[in-house]
């Protein structure tokens, strides 16, 4: 559940003719004016501011919405009782009030409008309403088990206007740029080429850092108002989180590079054959004339070799002997 609260307005005719006239409109509740006309409506609200003619803004205007995975359990009868009990919370009691329902968007949403002169004459405060609404929707959509969005990652962008869209800018601004710095004063001064100013706020005498806001144009917000995740105390840990990541991060590769050269060095100093070369003919020679001791230890046996005349003579003469024995 989100709340969305404007500027109080000066005209109850164009804030009710939006609400009333815009297609497939449906009125859920009133109180305290009629409704079966427009002009009707618009006229008893401004009989009613007159009980108070020095307050200009006398038009209030909220629109409730909520995540479509709730539409399921959101009737009319439902989104008029949560609608109501918000109020109460806000402290907007005992005046004149106008709740419509539009069906021009996905989500489940309500147009609430209420005079801030209330039914004695007297001014209901705007003071602090963004930070209460922010508070009231939260314990609300606990409390009647609706839907919690993760973060600021599922609001859709195209639809915001005004302040908000504002917010959401520097929002995303700020954490797209954060994860690439390595110090506050550094996203300091990236900040500031993108149009946003960031002012620390220190404890009074002393030069501690007790908070931050950052500003865009005329308008300027707390770092915890748009974004818990945006104070000074979330957003420096982050940041200095991310530099010991970064740090960490180049010193495995280095670690890793340093194993890989040595395992490289290492395999290069052993020589390994994968196959013994096939002797041949030519490579035998080659070693023989080159190294005598291996041919002749290479030397075929005696009686490969070829006979000398003398062992000639002597083998005739032991084959005469054994031809006239076996005669």
């Not at 609001?155 to 390595?182: E, F």
């Not at 490969?304 to 005739?316: F, G, T």
Request: proline residues 3%.
């Amino acid at each position: 559940m989100i709340g969305k609260i404007p500027k109080p307005g000066k005209s109850f005719g164009g804030c009710i003719q939006y609400s009333v006239l815009k297609k497939d409109a449906t009125i859920l509740d009133a109180d305290g004016i009629r409704i079966d006309k427009v002009a009707h409506t618009i006229d008893d609200f401004n009989r009613q501011r007159k009980m108070n003619p020095g307050l200009g803004q006398a038009v209030g205007h909220i629109s409730l919405s909520w995540s479509p995975n709730d539409k399921d359990k959101l009737s009319d009868e439902i989104m008029v009782s949560i609608a109501k009990e918000y109020l109460q919370k806000m402290k907007i009691r005992d005046t004149q009030v106008l709740m419509v329902r539009h069906k021009d968007r996905d989500h489940p949403h309500i147009h609430i409008v209420y005079n801030r002169v209330n039914n004695e004459g007297k001014t209901i405060p705007d003071s602090l309403q963004r930070q209460k609404n922010i508070k009231i929707c939260k314990e609300l959509t606990l409390e009647h088990g609706l839907y919690i969005g993760e973060g600021k990652q599922m609001v859709n962008r195209q639809q915001l206007k005004g302040i908000d869209k504002l917010k959401y800018q520097i929002h995303d601004t700020i954490k797209a740029i954060s994860q690439k710095v390595n110090s506050m004063d550094e996203l300091k001064q990236e900040l500031a080429k993108h149009g946003i100013g960031m002012l620390y706020k220190y404890k009074s005498c002393t030069k501690e850092v007790q908070g931050i806001s950052f500003s865009k144009g005329e308008y300027k917000f707390k770092g915890s108002e748009i974004d818990r995740s945006l104070s000074y105390r979330n957003l420096s840990k982050a940041i200095d989180q991310q530099v010991q990541q970064r740090q960490q991060s180049k010193q495995q590769s280095k670690s890793l590079a340093d194993e890989l050269r040595h395992a490289v060095g290492k395999e290069s100093q052993q020589t390994t054959y994968l196959k013994k070369a096939p002797e041949t003919n030519y490579l035998k020679k080659a070693i023989e004339k080159s190294n005598p001791l291996e041919k002749l230890l290479t030397a075929k046996p005696a009686e490969d070799m070829p006979d000398i005349p003398e062992q000639k003579k002597k083998k005739k003469h032991e084959q005469g002997q054994n031809q006239e024995i076996y005669l």
